[in-house]
């Protein structure tokens, strides 16, 4: 089955406990990219790569990181985090970058941090 | 502020009736995209506009995107209650190193019975 996978779904942390959020795709899609999804703001995005060592900052990247080193894996690490990383956070593939790149989202990991 | 303003943010209707939701931009896209979005899940797509003035259909569901491609409206005829979701619409902006999606803030909408 086609499909985005995360790991973990929920996570409770303290501040300044580094994690990471694992997410995993089986498409061979080129285009990765990670979301916040928060009340009102809609989703927000973190980093996006284009391809496995090619990654770039998406609207929101401060106090998190990524890498891209296997096609079919894109982690986000977040060093330190802090209560304002509270969040839903989807990972999500496609295709390309292109005008119809339809996004594959994964199932979503809520974040809680304390 | 938002580069994609969505409106309403909340709609709560009665099984039966029609809803427009609406996705406006200053900025014009190359594409827009509308998602759904279940609770517990990532957001899965409904449909693409790519061309200005084109329209949409899946059942009930028409989708406009405007001549500009700054804006965009999705309509529901005789909502049922398994339309209650997330609705988000999504933009197209070519950036530097690729293309990105913006999204709008969302509509919420329930269907009662």
């Known amino acids: 089955e086609a499909q985005v996978t995360q790991n973990p779904r929920y996570l409770i942390t303290v501040t300044g406990k580094k994690l990471t959020v694992t997410c995993s795709q089986n498409m061979n899609h080129e285009y990765m990219s990670w979301y916040r999804q928060d009340p009102g703001l809609g989703l927000r995005q973190i980093y996006y790569s284009m391809n496995v060592e090619v990654t770039d900052k998406g609207d929101v990247p401060e106090g998190y990181k990524v890498s891209r080193k296997e096609k079919r894996n894109f982690p986000l690490i977040l060093e330190s985090p802090s209560p304002n990383q509270t969040s839903l956070y989807f990972c999500?593939?496609?295709?390309?970058?292109?005008?119809?790149?339809?996004?594959?989202f994964g199932p979503g990991t809520r974040l809680t941090v304390l | 502020t938002q580069l994609l303003e969505q409106s309403p943010q909340f709609l709560s209707i009665q099984e039966g009736e029609n809803l427009t939701v609406y996705c406006n931009s200053s900025?014009?896209?190359?594409?827009l995209q509308w998602y759904r979005q279940e609770p517990g899940e990532g957001p899965v797509l409904l449909v693409t506009?790519?061309?200005?003035?084109e329209v949409k259909k899946l059942k009930r569901l028409t989708f406009q995107f405007g001549d500009a491609r700054k804006d965009s409206s999705l309509h529901i005829t005789a909502a049922q209650p398994g339309d209650t979701g997330l609705y988000l619409c999504?933009?197209?902006?070519?950036?530097?190193?690729?293309?990105?999606?913006?999204f709008g803030g969302g509509t919420r909408l329930m269907v009662k019975p």
């Open positions: 999500a593939s496609s295709w390309t970058g292109g005008p119809y790149n339809e996004q594959f």
């Open positions: 506009v790519v061309t200005g003035g």
């Open positions: 900025s014009v896209f190359s594409s």
């Open positions: 999504a933009g197209d902006l070519v950036r530097n190193a690729g293309n990105m999606l913006t």
